[in-house]
C-alpha cells in the first residue's frame, strides 16, 4: 500500500517582524534542511487549530522571535500499513530535522495505479466493465502502466 503522510512541524525563526516573513523564513530554513536529499516533501504554511476548534495563525511572535507551524507532506511506498507509513515518515524527516518537534497528523492511503486487480475489499475487479476514469479493467494485454516511476 502506498501512503501520503502529513506532518506537522513546530519551526522557530528569529529577528521576524510579522506573521508573513517568519512564514516565509521557516519555509526556506526547512527546504534547506530537506534537500538535496528529501526535495520530494511538500512544505507548506501549517493551519494549526486551537482546543475549541478555532482557526489559529500560522506563526506566533514575541520579541521579534516566532515559533512557525508547517506543514509536511511526505508520499511513502511499499507498507504494509499506516503505522508503518507515519514511522518512515518520521524517520525519514525526523534525521534532518532532528532539532524540530514534528507531529504525524495525518495519513492517507493513495489510490493504486499499479494496475492491482483487486479492489479494497478483495473482490476481482477484472469484470471487462469501465471503471470510475473510464479505462477498461480488462486487463488482456500488457498493461504497461505497472509499477512506472517506482523503485
Known amino acids: 500500500m502506498d501512503c501520503r503522510v502529513v506532518v506537522e512541524a513546530a519551526v522557530s525563526v528569529y ?10 523564513i521557516a519555509i526556506s530554513k526547512t527546504g534547506e534542511l530537506l534537500n538535496p536529499d528529501l526535495n520530494y516533501v511538500e512544505i507548506d504554511m501549517g493551519s494549526p487549530t486551537g482546543p475549541d ?6 506563526a506566533y511572535i514575541i520579541a521579534d522571535e516566532a515559533l512557525v507551524a508547517l506543514e509536511l507532506t511526505m ?25 524540530i518537534p514534528l507531529e504525524v497528523i495525518k ?18 475487479d477484472d ?7 473510464g479505462e477498461n479493467d480488462d486487463n488482456g494485454e500488457g498493461d504497461e502502466r505497472a509499477d512506472s516511476g517506482r523503485e
Open 53 to 58: 476548534g478555532e482557526e489559529l495563525p500560522p
Open 15 to 24: 529577528d521576524v517582524e510579522t506573521v508573513d516573513e517568519a512564514v516565509r
Open 107 to 124: 495519513v492517507e492511503e493513495l489510490p493504486d495505479e499499479a494496475g492491482d486487480t483487486s479492489d479494497d475489499n478483495g473482490e476481482n
Open 127 to 133: 469484470n471487462g466493465e469501465n471503471d470510475d476514469n
Open 75 to 99: 508520499d511513502v511506498f511499499n507498507v504494509e500499513q499506516e503505522e508503518h507509513a507515519k514511522r518512515v515518515a518520521r524517520t525519514e524527516i525526523g534525521q534532518r530535522l532532528s532539532e
